[in-house]
C-alpha cells in the first residue's frame, strides 16, 4: 500500500507540475502577445483604387451579387463600383490573370464559376507553397507585421462568431496577403495570390455556418503561431486547415453531384 500510494504521489506530482508548466508557458505567450500589440498600433493597410476595386469585385462575385452567365462592360462595373474605369480596368487584368473571368474585346467582361475539381487542384498547389511561405514569415516578419497577425487572429474569430460575412471575406484576404508581405519575397504573392483568392471563392459559395467559426480558428492559431516566431505551429495548423478544406471539398454538393454522374464509373471498375 506504501509503495502504491507513492507511485501515485509521485504521478500526482508530474501532472500538477505539467499542468503548472503548461499554464505558466501559456501566460508568457500572452503576456508577449500583449507586449507586442502595446508596442504600438496596428496600422491599416492602405490600399490603391486598383485593389480597392479588385476587393469590391471579388466581393461582389463571391457573394453573387455579379451574375456569372452576363457580360459587363467596363463602364458598367466601374459604376457598380463607384470607382474610375483605370482601376477598374486593373483590377480586371488581375483577376483574368488568377482566371476568375474573361475578358472579350469589345463585348465585356464574363466571370466564370468555380468547380470541385479547380479546389481541389488549388489545394495541392496551397499544401506544397504555403508551409515554405509560412517559414520565412516567421523569419522575416517585422514587429509591425506581427501585430496585424495579431491583431486579425482576433477580428477573423470575432467576424465568425457575428457571423458577418463581409467582415469575414476582408480579415480572410488580410490574412493571405500578410503572410505573403511578410516573407519579404514578392514571388510568394505571385505564386499564391491567384490560387488563394480561387480557393477562397469555392469555400465561400460551398461553406456552412459551423465552417466560418473553425476554419476562423485555424487561421487565428496560424497568425499567432507566426506572431509568436513558432514556425512548426503555424505548420501544422496550416495543414490542418488546408487538409480541411481538402474533406470539404469532395462532400460539398457540386462535388457529389459530379461523382454521382453516370459518366463516372463506381469505385472498382475501370
Not at 496585424?148 to 463581409?166: G, H, K, T
Request: aromatic share 6%; with cysteine; proline share 3%.
Amino acid at each position: 500500500m506504501q509503495l502504491g500510494s507513492l507511485t501515485w504521489q509521485i504521478e500526482l506530482t508530474k501532472r500538477e507540475l505539467a499542468y503548472q508548466e503548461h499554464t505558466v508557458l501559456h501566460i508568457h505567450v500572452l503576456d508577449a502577445e500583449n507586449m507586442l500589440l502595446e508596442q504600438g498600433v496596428t496600422v491599416a493597410h492602405h490600399k490603391t483604387q486598383a485593389e480597392l476595386a479588385r476587393t469590391e469585385i471579388e466581393r461582389k462575385l463571391f457573394f453573387n451579387e455579379l451574375d456569372v452567365s452576363a457580360l459587363y462592360s467596363e463602364n458598367k462595373l466601374a459604376s457598380l463600383l463607384d470607382l474610375g474605369r483605370t482601376p477598374v480596368r486593373e483590377a480586371l487584368q488581375a483577376l483574368e490573370q488568377d482566371e476568375m473571368l474573361v475578358i472579350h474585346p469589345r463585348k465585356g467582361v464574363q466571370f466564370l464559376s468555380i468547380t470541385a475539381e479547380q479546389q481541389l487542384q488549388l489545394l495541392e498547389v496551397r499544401k506544397q507553397i504555403e508551409p515554405i511561405c509560412l517559414r520565412f514569415a516567421v523569419m522575416r516578419s517585422t514587429s509591425e507585421q506581427r501585430r496585424e497577425m495579431l491583431s486579425l487572429s482576433r477580428l477573423i474569430v470575432q467576424s465568425a462568431q457575428d457571423e458577418d460575412e463581409v467582415a469575414l471575406l476582408t480579415n480572410l484576404q488580410d490574412i493571405h496577403r500578410i503572410i505573403t508581405e511578410a516573407t519579404n519575397n514578392p514571388y510568394f504573392h505571385h505564386a499564391l495570390a491567384r490560387v488563394q483568392s480561387q480557393s477562397r471563392r469555392f469555400w465561400f459559395a460551398n461553406k456552412d455556418k459551423a465552417d466560418n467559426l473553425l476554419c476562423s480558428r485555424f487561421h487565428e492559431a496560424i497568425m499567432r503561431s507566426v506572431a509568436m516566431g513558432n514556425e512548426e505551429e503555424a505548420i501544422k495548423q496550416s495543414a490542418a486547415l488546408l487538409e480541411h478544406l481538402t474533406e470539404s471539398a469532395f462532400g460539398a454538393p457540386c462535388c457529389m453531384e459530379q461523382l454521382n454522374s453516370p459518366e463516372i464509373p463506381p469505385a472498382g471498375r475501370f
